[in-house]
């Protein structure tokens, strides 16, 4: 009998917020590698927002995911058949295999993972592409300097909350901005911040705006932002001369399709553009696939904080590729509690 | 018989696009310098699309003009009496004496111009404010290399016109928007401009979108922004990843008051964050006054374009310090042509 594998593609491209059907759970045998090639078992599946782009169908930095393809994602696995002189099996890789629970590979893209110097689902999170958007983002864009004010959006985020604690290792005042209480809690307790104000208990832009504040005394000269909508409007008017706004993400405006004029925003362009204008900000879109080059400084630095425990992270554990969509979908709304993973097998080097 | 001057103060705070009654002409006695001190008549005054802004009681980058205070300007003058070991009679200098015929300086903050150089003129045109600013935005936040596309706005005004000669120096394809036929064979044939859109002739942004997409074929690296509004929606889309904006200015805006939600443009938002960060934009405000040091390179740069016939510039000149508010209000409406002056009183050094 043939092994089976599994894979989840993308059924039908979403309209507004995705919904269960808009994915497909499919099984097929498992293929053989061919010469050259390794065969791995997918562990750790990485969801992330991004994701949402790659299902509409709009021009962006990336190709969509065609309807009846795997839907991507960045992933670690154990090499369990090989035959690249490079790949051992057993050998612990990160690479992008996407929402499957095995794949081939010619062994080219890929990164081995040591065990012994970090939990290996950490390569998806605080150690791999979130650590080095939130790396590159506040140092290269948001250009930190000791004593500024940073606010970080999505704060309890795979990339906010390392965001937040490379702006205390800085020196800055650090403010969050989460949601609900649980993870303001945690931003403050557990991530080292200042403070952190939680979305859900402001009204309106306005009131969050009061909130915030009250929290930047010397306003805000950093804002790193993940989220657009109320939290963005509310911290323009905060904003010091000669700010920086590193934009990594819009996450509360993924789901709004094509972004016509009539996508929810209470702030006018003429009243962005006069803020961009007479606070002379810099507002600096970027997407960390341009910034890989930087990957070494960053594995070294943020490394050497995890070990010494000055960065700490959260994970949010999924169990089984067919929980995949489930837990995509309540991200996108904010229900996960930092770095969201998928267990899609065992992690051989987890106790 | 006291020899009397004239100034033009605030009269009212413009609702909308401003009128002759918000301001106000007065004479008075020409004042005596004292110790250390001297007295200079104004020769030109220089009309910019800040001084707007200036004139509006909304938080800003400078202190409004107060009600019945002096309107602020640039000018050149010449020393009439001294009592400075710096400055004689007889010098041309440029300094901030706003809208004015006489004033009384302590020397300091003043540009002693040589007029075998130049047309005394050009220190508050091509060789002045206007001119750093162009330099500043291109060169600083425009990072421009040879081979990229350039569009900017008000293409024949003091900035836009160096801009975009710069521009053409430095090897970009230059494409200007300009209003009217007139401006923009100017900007062709005088200024050496690869091509320029007549917005006038755009019923709409999406209009003039399809005119600049025939003219930029490898789309837009950057746009400097002097305008804002259907100009700005129509280059968006156009422009390329890793593009940047240097936003210098937005007078189509300048008239709408406080800018809150309601004043004009058919972009949300989320359609301008979207491209932010999808395009990975670097978006920068930027206000010259920031930039002072960059002046000497500037200037030397500049004067030797413009000495080698590299760089030209157009004027236009209202004649008489009484004129200056209607040439002021024209000119927020896209009526002058070049670099708006008024000739406050006769320059001695120009044949």
Same mark, same amino acid.
């Given at each position: 009998?043939? =092994?089976?594998?599994?894979?989840?593609?993308?059924?039908?491209? /979403? %309209?507004?917020? /995705?919904?269960?059907? =808009?994915?497909?759970?499919?099984?097929? /045998?498992?293929?053989?590698?061919? #010469?050259?090639?390794?065969?791995?078992?997918?562990?750790?599946?990485?969801?992330? @927002?991004?994701?949402?782009?790659?299902?509409?169908?709009?021009?962006?930095? !990336?190709?969509?995911?065609?309807?009846?393809?795997?839907?991507?994602?960045? &992933?670690? $696995?154990?090499?369990? $058949? *090989?035959?690249? /002189?490079?790949?051992?099996?057993?050998?612990?890789?990160?690479?992008?295999?996407?929402?499957?629970?095995?794949?081939?590979?010619?062994?080219?893209?890929?990164?081995?993972?040591?065990?012994? %110097?970090?939990?290996?689902?950490?390569?998806?999170?605080?150690?791999?592409? @979130?650590?080095?958007?939130?790396?590159?983002?506040?140092?290269?864009?948001? +250009?930190?300097?000791?004593?500024?004010?940073?606010?970080?959006? !999505?704060?309890?985020? $795979?990339?906010? *909350?390392?965001?937040? %604690?490379?702006?205390?290792?800085?020196?800055?005042?650090?403010?969050?901005?989460?949601?609900?209480? +649980?993870?303001?809690?945690?931003?403050? %307790?557990?991530?080292?911040?200042?403070?952190?104000?939680?979305?859900?208990?402001?009204?309106?832009?306005?009131?969050?705006? #009061?909130?915030?504040? #009250?929290?930047?005394?010397?306003?805000?000269?950093?804002?790193?932002?993940?989220?657009?909508?109320?939290?963005?409007?509310?911290?323009?008017?905060?904003?010091?001369?000669?700010? +920086?706004?590193?934009?990594?993400?819009?996450?509360?405006?993924?789901?709004?399709?094509?972004?016509? !004029?009539?996508?929810?925003? &209470?702030? *006018?362009?003429?009243?962005?553009?006069?803020?961009?204008?007479?606070?002379?900000?810099?507002?600096?879109?970027?997407?960390? &696939? =341009?910034?890989?080059?930087?990957?070494?400084?960053?594995?070294?630095?943020?490394?050497?904080?995890?070990? *010494?425990? #000055?960065?700490?992270?959260?994970?949010?554990?999924?169990?089984?590729?067919? !929980?995949? @969509?489930?837990?995509?979908? $309540?991200?996108?709304?904010?229900?996960?509690?930092?770095?969201?993973?998928?267990?899609?097998? @065992? =992690?051989? &080097?987890?106790?």
């Amino acid at each position: 009998m043939t =092994d089976m594998m599994q894979r989840i593609v993308l059924a039908a491209r /979403p %309209q507004g917020t /995705p919904k269960p059907a =808009d994915f497909r759970l499919e099984s097929l /045998p498992v293929p053989t590698p061919g #010469k050259g090639e390794i065969l791995v078992r997918v562990i750790w599946l990485s969801l992330d @927002p991004y994701m949402r782009g790659r299902m509409d169908d709009a021009k962006s930095y !990336a190709d969509p995911v065609p309807l009846g393809g795997v839907m991507e994602g960045g &992933t670690v $696995a154990e090499v369990i $058949a *090989s035959d690249h /002189p490079k790949w051992q099996v057993g050998d612990i890789v990160e690479g992008r295999f996407g929402w499957q629970s095995h794949a081939i590979s010619d062994g080219a893209m890929l990164r081995r993972l040591d065990p012994a %110097q970090a939990p290996v689902s950490t390569a998806l999170g605080v150690l791999g592409m @979130p650590g080095i958007t939130a790396y590159v983002g506040l140092n290269d864009h948001g +250009r930190p300097k000791a004593g500024e004010t940073l606010v970080v959006s !999505a704060a309890t985020g $795979a990339v906010g *909350s390392l965001v937040g %604690q490379l702006g205390k290792a800085y020196g800055l005042r650090v403010v969050g901005v989460a949601g609900g209480a +649980r993870k303001c809690a945690f931003a403050v %307790q557990e991530l080292g911040f200042d403070a952190c104000i939680d979305h859900r208990a402001a009204a309106d832009a306005s009131a969050m705006r #009061k909130e915030l504040a #009250k929290e930047c005394p010397a306003g805000v000269d950093i804002y790193f932002e993940n989220v657009g909508g109320k939290t963005l409007e509310a911290v323009l008017p905060l904003m010091n001369p000669l700010g +920086r706004i590193p934009v990594c993400g819009m996450i509360s405006w993924y789901n709004e399709g094509a972004l016509g !004029a009539g996508a929810a925003s &209470t702030m *006018s362009m003429p009243a962005l553009w006069r803020s961009i204008l007479v606070k002379r900000l810099a507002v600096r879109g970027f997407i960390i &696939t =341009d910034h890989y080059d930087r990957f070494p400084a960053f594995l070294a630095e943020v490394s050497g904080h995890l070990a *010494s425990g #000055k960065v700490t992270y959260r994970e949010t554990i999924a169990e089984g590729l067919e !929980a995949a @969509p489930e837990a995509f979908i $309540a991200m996108l709304g904010g229900g996960n509690f930092g770095k969201q993973l998928v267990r899609v097998s @065992p =992690d051989p &080097t987890r106790g």
